[in-house]
C-alpha cells in the first residue's frame, strides 16, 4: 500500500530529525526513543535508508550532469573538428581543451595508484604467511590425530 502525502511527509521529517540527532552524537537507543522507532534497530535502519537513498540520488544526479556535459562538449568538438584536423592554429587549440575537458570529466586523468613493495615488506608478508600456514598444519594433525583416537578406541 502507498503511503499518503501526510505519512511520506511524516516520514521524511522524522528521518531528517533521526539524522541531525546521529549527527549530534546521539545513541540509536534515544533517537528510538525520542522520535517513536519501536527499536533501537529500526531507528539504525530508517537512518542507513535514508544516507544510502540520498547518495544514490546524489550520484545519479552527477551523473545526469555529466551525460549533459559531454553531450555540449561533443557539439563543440564536432563544430571545429574539420578546421583542426585542416591545420587551423586556433582550432586545434581549442579541440585540445575540449578533449583535456572530456577527459577529466570521465576521470581518465586521475593519478594511478601504483602500490610499491620493499623486500621488506614482502619479508614480512612471507613470515605472516608461513605463520599462518604452521598454525594451519598443527591444526590439521591435531584434527588428524582426535580422528586416530576416535578410530582406535580407548587403549587399555
Known amino acids: 500500500m502507498v503511503a499518503s502525502k501526510a505519512q511520506q511527509a511524516f516520514t521524511a521529517e522524522r528521518r531528517a530529525k533521526a539524522i541531525r540527532m546521529k549527527i549530534n552524537g546521539h545513541s540509536y537507543t534515544e533517537i528510538a526513543e525520542q522520535l517513536g522507532y519501536s ?49 587551423d592554429p586556433r582550432a586545434i587549440e581549442t579541440a585540445l581543451k575540449i578533449l583535456d575537458r572530456r577527459a577529466k570529466l570521465l576521470g581518465l586523468d586521475s593519478a594511478i595508484k601504483l602500490e610499491v613493495l620493499t623486500i621488506d615488506a614482502l619479508d614480512q608478508q612471507i613470515q605472516r604467511l608461513e605463520a599462518e600456514l604452521g598454525r594451519n598444519d598443527f591444526a590439521a594433525l591435531d584434527g588428524e590425530a582426535g580422528e586416530a583416537e576416535a578410530t582406535e578406541g580407548p587403549s587399555g
Not at 534497530?41 to 537512518?47: E, N
Not at 540520488?57 to 552527477?62: D, M, N, Q, S
Not at 557539439?75 to 584536423?85: E, G, P
Open 39 to 87: 527499536s533501537r534497530g529500526s531507528a539504525s535502519s530508517d537512518v542507513r535508508r535514508a544516507l544510502e537513498k540520498h547518495v544514490i540520488e546524489e550520484g545519479l544526479a552527477v551523473e545526469a550532469w555529466r551525460e549533459l556535459e559531454l553531450a555540449r562538449l561533443d557539439i563543440l568538438q564536432k563544430a571545429i573538428w574539420n578546421k583542426a584536423m585542416d591545420g
